[in-house]
RNA sequence: CGGGGUGUAGCGCAGUUGGUAGCGUGCUACGUUCGGGACGUAGAGGUCGGGCGUUCGAGUCGCCUCACCCCGACCA
């Protein structure tokens, strides 16, 4: 094994540890020199922009379009909706000034006092308040209804501790802002986003999810619903991975938005909103990957096979090339990525490690040797086997693979999640449950005080009440009060 | 903002009772190599985070300060 790897944190000795290496190994992103920030390098971008490409494919499939609204927003906008304000008044980044001037003191440059702005703006937590600034006057009529419009964007919250795409200062995201006519439609439409999300969790990220709505006091602030998809990850914690919220009239009423309805009579509006963010690469890096680095699913992976030819001169490299080019063209066309690197300045042993590193989930060797036996060694990322298989027909047997390996790595990681979901009776078991990871389903009383008992004694939170699943009655295991059904708990990111 | 820790070569680190700076890796050049992160030879690279003090002399001791990391509070 190559000595890189070798230095590499286990993921049994410290997660944490593991998980900001990888990141860093797999040349994914760094820490930037402003605090709380990330640098997305090329190749994690790579990734970012497939995911972007298919939600954003998926998204247009249902009406929905793209538009952009300002990145800094006036702070009285904020103080519109009082419980959104609760929820978002505290970190957040705050411009007072619009200009700078030459120190006197020769230092560089100050702030000028003198440009001081009448009224701060702020930069963008999330945008709803700007958006519905603006809905306002976009809409007058029902005619005018549904708006489905979705931003791509950045958004800055000033976290106290960050880490790399699972919490950073500023962050890249989708947030989808609706306005409809009736609250049924709206309320269709937050489900149907967040249904959305797992389809997409699922089906691309390999990912599985748990469908379900937050309680209350997990809520969007100012929404009256929060729906959610929670994965679990490798150590056993939870990740919420996507959020759609049903804002009923709370935004229409706080930015006075109204519309004629058909029988003429003015009416607020009904909003949804729902987002998924660059978190998603920390949830695709945890749920996957392994002690030799990053494990990328097919569907999402920007480099799906990668050639290595080994030789010893030129000679050598142009018989491989020469092979591998009419295979190029022929998984290119089945619309294939594939990188064939015949870059000299490498060796065949650290390009091994390197592609394995980076998570490209085929890898193909090609040597003298194979060219004898008209064979290629095919290694696949997800369980780190080799073979020698025979070079002709070769394009089918990648295609073929590559959705194995995407239906592998599903499957894997659903297997696990089955495991660590345990159902527990009673508050003793719970505690002891939470210590080992997992998501626990329980029975809870449905109140506030129940769950903020439960989270300052086991610092487990509920991810989400389920959608589907067991649905029969029982007793919460804290007060023994009548619950409705079993309840999601785990500890979370 | 509390509690803990770390600042020495690009990166990761060592540096003893104070005596004038070292290892690994990476980098550059050349050669041999090339089927799992090659090897040899030569070379470049440092205000020891910053300031003040103690001392003949400070990476090392004292005080101050700054930055970053980890554990909490906050959170997608």
Partial sequence: MAKELKNFTKRSDNYSQWYNELVVKADLAEQSAVRGCMVIKPYGYAIWEKMQQTLD??????????????????????CREAEHVEGFAKECAVVTHYRLKNDPDGNGVIVDPAAKLEEE???????????????????????????????????????????MFLRTAEFLWQEGHC??????????????????????????MAMPVIVGVKSETERFAGAINTYTIEALMQDGKALQSGTSHNLGQNFAKAFDVTFVNK???????????????????????????????LVLPPHLAPIQVVIIPIYKDEEGR????????????????????????DADNKRPGFKFADYEVKGVPVRLALGQRDLEN??????????????TVSFDGIANHIENLLEDIQKNLFEKAKKYRDEM???????????????????????????PETEEKIKNETKATIRCIPLEGDETPGKCMVTGKPSARRVLFARAY
Avoid: C
């Fill in 421 to 447: 979901t345990y159902a527990v009776d009673t508050y003793d078991e719970f505690k002891e449950q939470i210590e080992k990871g997992g998501f626990i389903l329980a029975h809870w009383d449905g109140t």
């Fill in 374 to 387: 008209g064979t290629v060694e095919l290694m696949r990322r997800d369980t780190l086997e080799k073979e």
């Fill in 263 to 293: 029988e003429n009579k003015p009416e607020l509006v009904w909003a949804n909103s729902w987002g998924v963010s660059t978190r998603l690469m920390g949830a695709l890096i945890m749920t996957h990957s392994d002690d030799n680095g």
């Fill in 179 to 204: 306005a409809h006519a009736t609250a049924d439609e709206s309320q269709k439409r937050t489900v149907e986003m967040i249904n959305l999300y797992a389809t997409f969790a699922e089906k691309y």
């Fill in 121 to 163: 703006l702020i930069v963008r937590p999330t945008s709803e308040t700007i958006i519905w600034g603006t809905y306002k006057n976009w809409i007058h009529s029902w005619r005018d209804l549904p708006i489905l419009v979705n931003q791509w964007a950045n958004v800055m919250r000033w976290e106290m501790r960050t880490r």
């Fill in 318 to 341: 142009k018989a491989i090339a020469e092979k591998v080019e009419p295979l190029l063209a022929e998984l290119k066309k089945k619309g294939i990525s594939v990188k064939f690197d």
């Fill in 57 to 78: 494919g998926m998204f247009k499939e249902t009406g929905v379009q793209n538009a952009y609204f300002p990145l800094l927003i006036p702070k009285s906008f904020l």
